[in-house]
């Protein structure tokens, strides 16, 4: 059982390599190095590590195509994931699956995915599965704002309802669906309630603040572990980096995104000003902390940058079991 | 006494061998169970699962709103996290509701995840025309999903079939979408009393010919042997080849055939453009041109929605009287 402050001493760590490795990603991206899309998830790092840590390693999470915080806050080596994003055989997908794709199975990652809300009802198959083997797991799905306009966000919730599956719907508010504002497309902008028509709660939470969420996504789970069903949890947060890299952001109002980086809204220096308030960490410990996280990062892109392509002959295996 | 060596059989029908299929799957692996529309306390809307709720209850018989999209991605994610689900989707135009998990998903997760995921599957469904189903409830779409890779598409046309292709299915550790026709579930055959799988991609000669060879699958494999059987008054020897597996397609089976009759029709119930035959008329043209005697002919349903009237469905669809045409049109 870890203690309090080892929780939040890896909370603050995973959202530091969260922080870099987007970085990191955005660089290599400028450089030419990777291919396709990539989508960042930047200034949202509390959500996805404010929930995972209130899993084992065995529960299932589905991610999205903005997915790389939802991979490490679920336990993924930052190395092999960067080596995906440069197409490497020793990626996650061996190179065959890149930025919105990668899965980390022995971690319950069942994957990001490149359909916006393609990952809803796979993770209501996997708290199925949960259920009917009664193993005491739950699952995870993550979503954004623009997905939960999908008709099989309504489908599925309206299952999980019925069979009582141990189901989490996280709903990331960050505001933005591709390239508009989300409140464009709300017939009613509370969002909470649209778990009403399906008979189960919801809760609505500052997604830039990771004690809240993890309370929050505390309480959902312990509910989907007594049977009690799923939850949905919308997670008030921001897109930063726009929808991909390279996206110009000229549907953006100006000077928005910097009120997200600030001290008072940024989720990392939220955390690190409350530990250092509460005396969890000195300024000393979360700079060592900082550093770490940030070489570990460089030694991911380190270990990218030198592994192998994939041989040809990869092209043609996996396609079937 | 024990001059009769050969296996004990039955006469059975389509449907009955496809549940028994699912019965002894399910007796064998807890893993495996069905969800969809009414599969549970109804039985299956043409009783497929009649039984299956009342001995193995409602956690592995799931009745499911009609929620396609839904309850597909469900089952999807019930695979990937390790379960064998066999989900019913009623007809197969309704699949078109649940294509994301199907193509996007099921068929994917293998190849983009590097080779770690496995999603044992199956997608039962039942296509095709004949009963004024009319054009929502009667098509044939097996060339979609023959066209996506990861996906295994098998069309069983016998009661044996069925039964041993639809365990293989359920044991193998792919997607597989496994058509049934509508016009089937009545017919009768022969079905082994003792247990048998019968293997995926592995076509079979349900008639010896010598003159030409008929490819064919599902429900045009009966009116194919219907049509063979006119042709040997005339004097002509036709080999019905039912194909079983579409993909992957067993090429072995066909140029056996092919280099022994040197002439080809291919029939197939799916609309023409793009459709399941010409896949199989490119192959052969392409491994076994020197091979023919003659231009391949095809026959297939007409680039048409499945009409309602009677008549209209019959001249839209190829059959018994004009497979028969078309393969003497070969001699004369």
Redesign the interface.
């Known amino acids: 059982m870890q203690s309090e402050q080892q929780l939040y001493q890896k909370m603050i760590y995973q959202m530091w390599l969260i922080r870099f490795f987007e970085e990191q990603a955005r660089d290599f991206f400028m450089k030419n190095k990777m291919r396709g899309a990539s989508h960042l998830y930047t200034g949202e790092e509390a959500v996805a590590v404010g929930v995972c840590n209130t899993l084992n390693k065995d529960d299932?999470i589905?991610s999205t195509h903005r997915g790389h915080g939802h991979c490490i806050a679920k336990g993924a080596d930052p190395k092999r994931m960067m080596a995906e994003l440069l197409g490497k055989a020793s990626?996650?997908?061996?190179?065959?699956?890149g930025s919105m794709?990668i899965?980390d199975?022995d971690f319950g990652n069942?994957?990001a995915?490149?359909?916006v809300g393609?990952g809803?009802?796979?993770?209501?198959?996997?708290?199925?599965?949960?259920?009917?083997?009664q193993d005491g797991r739950v699952?995870v799905t993550f979503f954004g704002d623009g997905a939960i306009n999908q008709?099989?966000f309504f489908?599925?919730a309206?299952?999980a309802s019925?069979?009582k599956l141990p189901l989490l719907f996280v709903c990331e508010r960050n505001q933005f669906a591709e390239f508009s504002y989300t409140d464009h497309y709300f017939a009613d902008p509370d969002l909470s309630k649209r778990a009403i028509p399906f008979n189960f709660p919801a809760f609505e939470v500052d997604g830039n603040d990771v004690l809240a969420v993890y309370e929050t996504a505390q309480q959902a789970v312990q509910r989907a572990r007594q049977g009690s069903g799923p939850t949905l949890i919308i997670a008030n947060t921001y897109r930063i980096m726009g929808h991909t890299i390279g996206d110009p952001l000229d549907y953006r109002r100006k000077g928005e995104a910097e009120q997200w980086l600030t001290h008072e809204k940024d989720p990392i220096l939220r955390f690190e000003k409350w530990l250092t308030q509460q005396n969890i960490l000195s300024a000393v410990d979360l700079e060592t902390i900082k550093r770490e996280a940030q070489e570990l990062i460089q030694q991911a892109a380190q270990f990218a940058l030198q592994s192998p392509d994939p041989i040809l002959s990869a092209l043609w295996?996996?396609?079937?079991? | 006494m024990h001059k009769e060596e050969r296996v004990s059989e039955r006469i059975c029908e389509y449907r009955e061998a496809l549940n028994q299929a699912l019965l002894e799957e399910m007796e064998r692996d807890p893993a495996v169970?069905i969800m969809g529309e009414d599969v549970g306390r109804y039985g299956g809307v043409l009783k497929v699962s009649k039984g299956i709720y009342e001995k193995f209850g409602a956690?592995r018989a799931?009745d499911?709103?009609i929620?396609e999209?839904?309850?597909?991605?469900?089952?999807?994610?019930?695979?990937?996290?390790?379960?064998r689900?066999v989900v019913e989707l009623m007809y197969i135009d309704f699949a078109c509701l649940a294509m994301?998990?199907i193509v996007?998903?099921a068929a994917k997760?293998?190849?983009?995840?590097?080779?770690?995921?496995?999603?044992?599957i199956v997608f039962r469904t039942q296509g095709g025309g004949g009963r004024g189903n009319a054009a929502q409830h009667s098509q044939s779409l097996e060339a979609w999903f023959a066209h996506v890779?990861?996906l295994?598409v098998i069309q069983p046309s016998t009661p044996k079939d069925a039964k041993g292709l639809l365990k293989a299915a359920i044991r193998?550790?792919?997607p597989v979408v496994f058509i049934e026709h509508k016009l089937l579930y009545n017919t009768t055959g022969p079905l082994p009393e003792e247990e048998y799988v019968i293997p995926i991609g592995k076509a079979d000669i349900k008639r010896s010919g010598s003159d030409l060879t008929i490819i064919a699958s599902s429900y045009m494999v009966l009116q194919s042997l219907a049509a063979a059987e006119k042709l040997a008054v005339e004097g002509i020897q036709a080999e019905v080849l039912d194909l079983r597996t579409l993909k992957p397609l067993d090429m072995e089976t066909i140029a056996a055939s092919v280099t022994k009759t040197r002439r080809l029709l291919v029939v197939n119930e799916g609309a023409r453009t793009c459709g399941y035959a010409a896949e199989v008329v490119t192959r052969v043209y392409e491994e076994l041109f020197d091979e023919l005697d003659a231009p391949i002919r095809r026959l297939t349903a007409e680039d048409v929605p499945i009409p309602y009237n009677g008549a209209l469905e019959d001249r839209a669809l190829p059959n018994e009287n004009s497979i028969f045409q078309a393969a003497l049109s070969f001699f004369r």
Not at chain 2, 76 to 81: E, H, M
Request: with cysteine; aromatic share 10%; proline share 6%.
């Open positions: 299932y589905t990626g996650y997908c061996q190179g065959k699956g794709h899965a199975l069942l994957g995915n490149g359909i393609g809803i009802g796979l993770a209501a198959g996997a708290a199925l599965a949960a259920k009917y083997r699952a008709g099989v489908e599925t309206n299952m019925l069979w295996e996996n396609v079937y079991a | 169970f956690m799931i499911t709103p929620s999209n839904g309850f597909t991605s469900i089952g999807v994610g019930a695979a990937l996290a390790g379960l689900p994301d998990p996007n998903q997760a293998r190849y983009m995840f590097g080779g770690k995921a496995k999603v044992p890779p990861g295994i193998n550790d792919n």
